[in-house]
């Protein structure tokens, strides 16, 4: 299980993520994950950063466990999934992903639910390889993924799940920035948010709403028809 807490630094909050391997993403995962926006926004920062381990951003579910869940833990699991990314795509604050490593199916949706997304050059993967292990993509995924995937890519990002290199996701356009190894990759994302953290928070919270709230609502709404493998009618 993820070790997943808040602090405050400054003007900015981070939410470090770190479970000593994968972050792989279980219900224990998206209540913690809850629980530290939830510090987040009574702490009254101007900024969030979402910070995996060296190595890994998250591996997205816990394909270890998924195979223990009745078909009613399948569907309690996939609702806690879609309303916490919903949540982080939605929130109030700039939010920036710091990606020190892998970003895969659930911890790349999870960073291009944030505002900005910076990763470190390494062997690293990023890709959401759901179409390929015979998971169709729900629409609350394409409502979170799309605005941020350049059209021309869309097809091979998500549809096609290839696995890009953290250099090939900042040409692709769906990363904003590559940082060198040993870069204080935390530090960088809070400097890429300060500009942002300074623009007036009541605009910049409704404006975040209007923007994407709509089509996350709309594909939220879709959730009992669209589900996954062997989850319950």
Same mark, same amino acid.
């Given at each position: 299980m993820a070790t997943i807490g808040f602090e405050r630094d400054g003007a900015c909050g981070v939410i470090r993520m770190d479970d000593g391997k994968a972050n792989a993403m279980d219900a224990a995962f998206f209540a913690g994950l809850d629980r530290a926006m939830d510090e987040a926004e009574a702490s009254g920062c101007r900024g969030l950063v979402f910070a995996g381990r060296p190595g890994f951003f998250s591996g997205g579910l816990n394909v270890k466990t998924l195979p223990t869940l009745d078909p009613g833990q399948l569907k309690v699991l996939h609702r806690c999934f879609a309303h916490t990314m919903a949540r982080a795509a939605l929130l109030p604050v700039p939010t920036a992903a710091a990606c020190a490593g892998h970003a895969v199916a659930g911890g790349l949706i999870l960073a291009l639910a944030c505002d900005l997304r910076l990763v470190e050059e390494g062997p690293f993967? =990023?890709?959401?390889?759901? +179409? $390929? @292990?015979? @998971? *169709? $993509? %729900?629409?609350? +995924? =394409? *409502? @979170? *993924?799309? %605005? +941020? +995937? %350049?059209p021309q890519r869309q097809t091979e990002v998500l549809l096609h799940g290839r696995a890009y290199a953290p250099k090939e996701a900042v040409s692709a356009g769906f990363f904003d920035e590559l940082v060198t190894p040993g870069t204080d990759l935390v530090a960088r994302a809070k400097e890429r948010l300060a500009p942002l953290a300074a623009l007036d928070p009541q605009a910049y919270a409704l404006s975040k709403r209007r923007m994407r709230g709509p089509a996350i609502e709309r594909a939220l709404a879709l959730l009992p028809q669209e589900r996954l493998p062997g989850e319950a009618e």
């Open positions: 993967r =990023l890709q959401l390889n759901e +179409v $390929l @292990i015979g @998971i *169709a $993509l %729900p629409s609350w +995924v =394409l *409502a @979170i *993924a799309q %605005p +941020v +995937v %350049p």
